[in-house]
């Protein structure tokens, strides 16, 4: 049994994902959903994101309402990655390579997610290949570095990323675990995929980008924002002041960080729902 001492490896063990552990059928998702605390605050998440649909209809939920929500968590997303383009410059088609690579994901997001339980990697080679067209070269494009090439460091504040052998092994536990049924709330995978993508920094470039656009994916797919009218990107910005410190935990504080990083992102996704689109007086 898991407990709040476990260290990060056991954990990763524990789960499916360490380089060493290769299960092949188990759930590993539902042991994370049942840490103290978690289940109740991933209900509480659905319950915002579901009023939020139900009180607007979602046949009343429009292709330009959709597309302001993905722009907007483009926008937030480049800005985490330290764009300092503002909202209406990125509207505007005026931003950096940062959000160019933010905003050019946004046009496959959707199509991407009914992929991301069957080709998971596929899927994350290919939000790479969008994110960073002008970041790193042509070759680096959905290339997943390998033991020839420098260690990442594009996500300020995180600790060194693991060596390649580590990463490949550990990014197919993840996305082996992605293609077995689980009962953890989607909400609970998709947190856990952003935070594995981002610790791992699987690519040359642009992890974060990536990461966070895995993390919507997954809330697309796993049916929590079917017509992606959350921003899940924007509530990471707003509590941007725990993100490096939230993955740092993931990475280095065992099942306390773990649940925590979990706890954190259901506050994201409760937020996400209040700075919809559809809430903007506005629009």
């Given amino acids: 049994m898991l407990n709040l001492g476990t260290p990060t490896e056991s954990v990763l063990a524990a789960i499916g994902l360490h380089p060493r552990v290769h299960t092949m059928s188990a759930d590993v998702f539902e042991p994370l959903a049942g840490l ?104 680096q494009l959905g290339h997943l570095r390998t033991s020839r090439e420098p260690i990442p460091d594009d996500i300020p504040g995180l600790p060194p990323a693991p060596p390649a052998d580590e990463m490949w092994e550990r990014l197919h536990g993840l996305a082996r675990a992605l293609t077995v049924p689980t009962k953890a709330p989607g909400l609970v995978v998709a947190a856990i995929v952003h935070a594995e993508l981002a610790v791992l920094r699987p690519f040359p470039v642009a992890n974060g980008l990536v990461a966070r656009a895995a993390e919507h994916v997954v809330l697309v797919a796993r049916g929590i924002d079917p017509l992606s009218v959350t921003v899940p990107e924007v509530g990471h910005f707003e509590l941007g002041g725990s993100y490096a410190q939230g993955l740092r935990d993931y990475a280095a504080g065992g099942l306390v960080g773990v649940q925590a990083w979990l706890l954190r992102s259901c506050e994201v996704i409760a937020l996400s729902a209040e700075r919809s689109p559809l809430n903007l007086s506005t629009q």
């Fill in 36 to 139: 103290e605390g978690v289940g109740s605050a991933a209900r509480a998440a659905r319950d915002a994101v579901d009023v939020l649909l139900r009180d607007r209809g979602l046949r009343k939920v429009g292709a330009d309402m959709t597309a302001e929500a993905l722009l907007r968590g483009a926008h937030a997303s480049a800005a985490l990655a330290g764009s300092s383009a503002s909202l209406e410059e990125v509207r505007r088609g005026a931003g950096d390579a940062l959000t160019a690579g933010a905003v050019r994901i946004t046009g496959e997001l959707m199509s991407l997610a009914p992929r991301m339980d069957t080709a998971p990697v596929q899927v994350w080679t290919r939000l790479h290949q969008l994110a960073a067209v002008a970041l790193g070269s042509e070759d």
